[in-house]
């Protein structure tokens, strides 16, 4: 009897002890609980301010300013941006559930994803016939292929597509073959529009710029290094004829000889232009390969030269010129006479940095390259016909308005615009002249 007592005075102790924990544990909680304020959610971050460039009106980005006639519109550029890898605190590891289903989290998938391709060198241009622009980037050792639409990037890479040590000039015939130089490997590859190399011309000492007629079916090769353009069949590849006299290690200044050629274009009538980078100037020869004239000299403002790389002819058969140290592209007439310029030193839409490749499509698009930014900007160029109509609706705008406010008898109030030149100044007024008179 006595022993079934204990026993239930034991049980009971034991569950009164539970009960007195229990209730000073929840004495003890219920200030901190009841007394804890409702945390609202952290506000979002401010947005980060605006670039500069989200903050500039691309559109209204012209040469030259207004009120002048627009002879050059920016576009937008080109440069794949490169891989950023994410720091440790940005890497959140995977949880257990990530583990049981043998995956990553997205952050580690992220900071595992292989670095994009981007332009590091590029240099030489070239617009096959849908439109797409070609770019020749050495150091990444490939051919960059841009969807000028979307900026989507394909690319023709070392070892897959080809073999590749520093490409560097291109050219794109109207089969849109793809003729591509290697400096590095002292040859020219070519390969057809599946981009298959079906062919290549061996034996260079240094090849630079390409350029083909299209007429008289010449592929010109700027051999830099041995001072001499190389003149093939572009069709059986057949060696033609060589302008310019080697093995001179640079020094020559004749005209009619190179010191470093770098880049070649051929104009409508079949004339070769050719920079002459240590000479700075431009070389013009006939279809034959005779010499017919050179102009340009060295000098830090518009109209001389600082190292002239890329050269390209427009619709209207104006000389563009890319300057590497100056950073400015300039427009020429074919004797040589400044008609505009564009550009300084910066990363900014229509600035440069080392100024290299130069390309003008059939759709009025102007390509530029840059080395040190990996950058490829784009800019359309305003016909001298589109110029001529933009200024004859100007014009007789002024004639309505005069019209309509002056008393019979009056001078009118106000002037009519002057007429573009072929390219007017990007700093000073056009002289008074038709689009086309600038042209000869």
């Avoid at 001499?228 to 069949?233: G, N, Q």
């Avoid at 340009?296 to 190292?307: E, I, L, S, T, V």
Wanted: aromatic share 8%; net charge neutral.
């Amino acid at each position: 009897m006595f022993e079934v007592v204990r026993s239930s005075r034991r049980v009971g102790s034991r569950r009164a002890g539970v009960i007195l924990l229990i209730a000073v544990f929840l004495i003890c909680a219920a200030p901190a609980a009841f007394g804890k304020k409702k945390t609202e959610p952290p506000a979002p971050p401010p947005p980060p301010p605006k670039s500069i460039l989200e903050q500039m009106d691309l559109s209204k980005l012209v040469w030259p300013s207004p009120p002048a006639i627009t002879r050059v519109k920016y576009l937008t550029h080109f440069a794949n941006e490169k891989y950023v890898p994410p720091t440790p605190k940005q890497v959140k590891h995977s949880t257990w559930m990530d583990r049981l289903a043998g995956t990553q989290s997205q952050s580690e998938r992220v900071a595992t994803t292989k670095p994009l391709y981007a332009l590091n060198t590029p240099y030489g241009l070239a617009v096959d016939s849908k439109g797409f622009l070609y770019v020749a980037d050495g150091k990444t050792g490939a051919v960059f292929i841009f969807n000028t639409e979307t900026k989507d990037a394909e690319l023709l890479k070392h070892n897959v597509v080809a073999r590749f040590g520093f490409v560097v000039g291109l050219a794109i015939d109207d089969d849109d073959r793809l003729f591509a130089s290697d400096s590095q490997l002292n040859h020219v590859l070519v390969l057809n529009p599946q981009h298959r190399v079906v062919a290549a011309i061996e034996g260079l000492h240094g090849p630079g710029g390409l350029a083909i007629d299209t007429e008289n079916r010449f592929l010109y090769i700027a051999d830099t290094q041995a001072d001499v353009v190389l003149v093939y069949d572009a069709d059986s590849l057949k060696f033609l004829r060589k302008i310019g006299t080697p093995g001179k290690k640079h020094t020559l200044t004749t005209p009619g000889d190179f010191s470093y050629p770098t880049n070649v274009a051929v104009d409508h009538d079949g004339n070769l232009y050719v920079t002459d980078l240590l000479n700075d100037r431009v070389e013009i020869f006939d279809a034959d390969g005779n010499f017919i004239r050179a102009w340009g000299k060295n000098g830090d403002g518009p109209g001389y030269f600082a190292r002239p790389k890329g050269i390209a002819i427009d619709a209207d058969g104006h000389v563009w010129v890319a300057d590497a140290v100056q950073d400015r592209l300039q427009c020429f007439t074919p004797e040589g006479q400044l008609l505009m310029y564009l550009g300084t030193h910066g990363n900014l839409p229509g600035q440069f940095a080392d100024l290299a490749g130069l390309a003008i499509d059939k759709q009025n698009r102007i390509f530029t390259s840059e080395q040190y930014p990996g950058r490829v900007q784009m800019f359309r160029y305003i016909t001298n016909t589109e110029a001529r109509a933009e200024f004859d609706r100007r014009k007789a705008e002024v004639e309505k308005k005069n019209s309509e406010t002056a008393p019979a008898g009056q001078a009118q109030a106000e002037k009519p615009p002057q007429p573009p030149a072929g390219a007017q100044t990007a700093t000073q007024p056009a002289p008074a002249k038709a689009p086309g008179d600038a042209v000869k």
